[in-house]
């Protein structure tokens, strides 16, 4: 299972390095096209201004009234201002579409024509898809870590409040639950969770027949970290605003730099727990590695949410079933940080 666990974490990792090394040649196409939206801007307003001052001209040699030119002009700007829309939308859905596609290469290979409307890639022309309603992302999230006790408040928590902290790693799906409205999304996918706690006051976790409770450790520890490893499938409701590009044969909504809320939980179950000991005896350093049940419950589950402005969100998880099965006391995994969802 270990080897298993290390295989997937290394197959997610690498999958930025492969998309990094395919899109630097789509970096700069995507660099160009912004650039084109600002000189569309430019171009637009210059050719306004210009037929305003035709405009004038007319007014000032008499060939129009002052109301008939006051009208020339108002649809002079609605001409100009949907002039800049069309164009701009164009050009956001290229790039929508080149940020979304991870196979490209260059130009040619793309076929990206700002003139006509074509999508070609290669030899081989591919149908695009009308309506894409499911897209992927990879979701990266860190953070403080620590645990919720029974009649005790966090300020009185056995667990460092710095120290401990979490990780996790996985991919999720998202997919419009409306047919015209792209307000409510489903996101779902797998995560592996890595939930680090540091203990203090030089105690350290042992197990007493079904119950696992704290102890002082005879020496002095210079660590004390207990982790627990668990492979969790989250499903979130995500709400918030999006923008809708639409080009000839398709169309798309993007919530890029659009704020959003998820709410929703996770189940799964727990892959492994550790506890390591660091500390000095007889002036030798000495690390011992614990791997144990501990009496932890196999089966986690509990509910999360978050709330982002584009892709980087501030994340809150809370583990409902107990850290340990058996304990008189009730312990349960909380965690606050930062997500980040990599499309």
Do not use: C
């Amino acid at each position: 299972m270990r080897t298993l666990l290390l295989l997937l974490i290394a197959g997610i990792s690498l999958l930025p390095a492969k998309i990094s090394a395919q899109t630097t040649k789509k970096q700069e196409t995507v660099l160009e096209l912004q650039a084109q939206k600002e000189q569309v801007i430019l171009d637009e307003k210059e050719a306004l201004k210009i037929e305003v001052i035709t405009i004038n001209k007319r007014q000032e040699n008499g060939e129009l009234t002052a109301e008939e030119a006051s009208i020339l002009k108002k649809e002079a700007a609605k001409k100009h201002a949907r002039n800049i829309e069309d164009k701009l939308a164009i050009l956001e859905s290229k790039i929508d579409l080149l940020e979304r596609n991870e196979d490209f290469e260059d130009d040619s290979f793309f076929g990206i024509f700002i003139g006509d409307e074509k999508l070609s890639l290669g030899s081989d022309k591919r149908e695009v898809v009308y309506d894409r309603r499911t897209t992927s992302d990879i979701v990266l999230a860190i953070g403080f870590n620590n645990v919720l006790i029974e009649g005790q408040s966090l300020n009185d928590s056995p667990y460092k409040i710095g120290g401990s902290r979490f990780f996790e790693l996985g991919l999720a799906w998202k997919t419009r639950v409306f047919t015209n409205s792209n307000f409510l999304r489903l996101k779902y996918g797998f995560s592996f969770q890595f939930n680090g706690l540091k203990l203090d006051d030089n105690q350290y976790l042992v197990e007493q027949g079904d119950q696992t409770v704290l102890e002082a450790f005879p020496l002095n520890l210079d660590k004390s970290k207990f982790r627990m490893d668990h492979l969790v499938f989250p499903v979130h409701f995500e709400f918030g605003p999006s923008t809708k590009h639409t080009g000839d044969n398709y169309f798309r909504y993007s919530t890029r730099n659009q704020f959003k809320i998820g709410l929703g939980g996770y189940a799964g179950f727990n892959l492994l727990t550790i506890q390591k000991l660091k500390y000095e005896e007889n002036g030798d350093d000495r690390k011992d590695k614990f791997k144990q049940n501990f009496n932890t419950n196999n089966f986690i589950y509990g509910v999360s949410g978050y709330v982002a402005f584009g892709d980087t969100a501030l994340y809150v998880k809370y583990d409902l079933n107990t850290i340990f099965k058996n304990n008189p006391i009730e312990q349960r995994n909380i965690s606050v940080g930062l997500r980040f969802d990599m499309d």
